[in-house]
């Protein structure tokens, strides 16, 4: 999978321009508006929670990106006893505990290095994969985990979801761009189904593994 054949939708100004302040406006809006829906459900956090003791017996600190109403970080943080925060483009983060607004394609030097693990369902949401993938396996300390969790919902594009992959795109870009830095350590694929509008929905989860 070439870097030019990534499915990105492009947001651009009357000069054909990347126009950031139009992809900040439309994420922002969009997280306002499914302010009240939650992807994420408790059985999969709790999952999540238990493959990751298997690898890191103690963690002390993860981070999940995108996560809207926080429901995220605080299942992670009930089931493994640690510090979690979550992060949101939107200012509406300030309306939910230990959520951070922030832009996930960019680098905190507070966290860098610091999180036994990363996690998002949001990945989908990145005008630039290999900026926002590189971002957070520098997250991570050596031997931390970054989870993307996938379904078929995060294959097709639109401006609110700008980048599509299919699993397998997905794992050879994660694997074209390790680099040294990090591998696709496992695909966990035993996750319960993500309900959806009384619908049910497989998930896996990629695992990176920073060296």
């Known amino acids: 999978m070439k870097e030019n054949s990534l499915r990105v939708f492009q947001y651009l100004n009357e000069q054909g321009d990347f126009d950031y302040e139009k992809y900040q406006k439309i994420q922002i809006e969009g997280n306002k508006r499914k302010i009240n ?5 408790e059985t999969t956090i709790e999952y999540l929670s238990r493959n990751i003791k298997k690898l890191i017996a103690a963690p002390r600190f993860g981070i999940c990106h995108g996560t809207r109403r926080g429901l995220e970080q605080a299942w992670f943080a009930e089931y493994l006893g640690c510090e979690v925060i979550g992060t949101e483009i939107s200012d509406t983060a300030n309306q939910f505990p230990n959520t951070v607004q922030w832009d996930f394609h960019e680098k905190n030097p507070d966290w860098l290095g610091r999180a036994d693990f990363v996690y998002s369902n ?3 949401h990145s005008y630039d994969p290999p900026k926002m993938i590189q971002a957070w396996t520098e997250t991570v300390r050596p031997g931390g985990l970054v989870i993307f969790e996938h379904s078929r919902y995060h294959i097709e594009i639109n401006q609110l979801d700008p980048f599509g992959a299919t699993l397998e795109e997905l794992v050879v870009l994660l694997v074209r761009l390790g680099g040294g830095k990090f591998f696709v350590r496992d695909i966990w ?3 319960p189904p993500q309900v959806v509008s009384k619908s ?3 998930v896996n989860h990629i695992v990176v593994q920073r060296l």
Do not use: G
Not at 37 to 41: I, R
């Open 37 to 41: 829906s939650q992807w994420a459900q």
């Open 122 to 124: 949001s990945w989908d």
């Open 189 to 191: 694929t035993e996750a």
């Open 200 to 202: 049910t929905v497989d």
